[in-house]
């Protein structure tokens, strides 16, 4: 299995707190990737990043926010959590050199906002 | 529109059968369609496709792009319970991965 975690695991939160979700991996991956999956949708892409400091937002990035101050941290902070961002969380990362796409998956976070 | 749409939704088969999943795409210009199995956790890769015409296996899963029609099938042969998960495929261009919602199959024994 590639080297990432996701901390923390679970989380419960109230509508209006902040609320920071940590990647991190020990593949040193150039790209890094933060989705969410609801039912129904699949997984949806909201930030990535391709590189330190360079990131790019995705599909469904509105209330959300991302940093990658070094290669293995990425960062999903949600600046203020409604309830409609209760979801599963998962990171991801790939490198050019495993094919265009070639993702590999994070245990992923569950996140219930109250 | 940008949709990727996979069918059946759910498959529900018996050990041993022959299963063919479904991914259609819109659009005509992009890198690779990329499959995943998801069990109870992270998605983990199986296949990436970039060219059409040439299949791809792995034991008994197997898988083809038809870039014409604008779709792709996994085909998973001898099923066994193990196989029980949520395929999704994806399709993939300059860091965009739109995943489709995924065909649930369950195995029975």
């Known amino acids: 299995d590639a080297g990432i975690t996701q901390s923390p695991r679970h989380k419960v939160t109230e509508t209006g707190t902040p609320v920071t979700l940590r990647c991190h991996q020990t593949?040193?991956?150039?790209?890094m990737y933060w989705y969410r999956q609801d039912p129904g949708h699949g997984l949806r892409l909201i930030h990535y990043?391709?590189?330190?400091?360079?990131?790019d937002k995705g599909e469904v990035s509105d209330g959300y926010s991302v940093s990658r101050s070094k290669t293995e941290d990425f960062l999903l902070t949600l600046e203020s959590a409604t309830s409609s961002q209760t979801s599963v969380y998962f990171c991801?990362?790939?490198?050019?050199?495993?094919?265009?796409?070639?993702?590999?998956f994070g245990p992923g976070t569950r996140l219930l906002v109250l | 529109e940008d949709k990727v749409v996979q069918s059946p939704l759910s498959l529900v088969v018996h050990e041993g059968d022959t299963v063919t999943l479904n991914c259609s795409y819109e659009?005509?210009?992009?890198?690779?369609l990329l499959w995943y199995k998801q069990e109870k956790k992270a998605p983990t890769f199986l296949f990436m496709l970039?060219?059409?015409?040439i299949e791809k296996k792995s034991g008994r899963l197997s898988s083809i792009l038809d870039k014409k029609e604008l779709f792709s099938i996994l085909n998973i042969t001898a099923t066994q319970t193990g196989d029980s998960a949520v395929y999704l495929c994806?399709?993939?261009?300059?860091?965009?991965?739109?995943f489709g919602a995924g065909t649930r199959l369950t195995v029975k024994p």
């Open positions: 991801a990362i790939s490198e050019v050199t495993g094919g265009p796409g070639t993702q590999y």
């Open positions: 593949e040193n991956h150039r790209y």
């Open positions: 990043s391709y590189g330190v400091k360079d990131t």
């Open positions: 659009v005509t210009n992009f890198r690779s």
């Open positions: 970039t060219s059409s015409g």
């Open positions: 994806a399709r993939y261009n300059n860091n965009d991965m739109r």
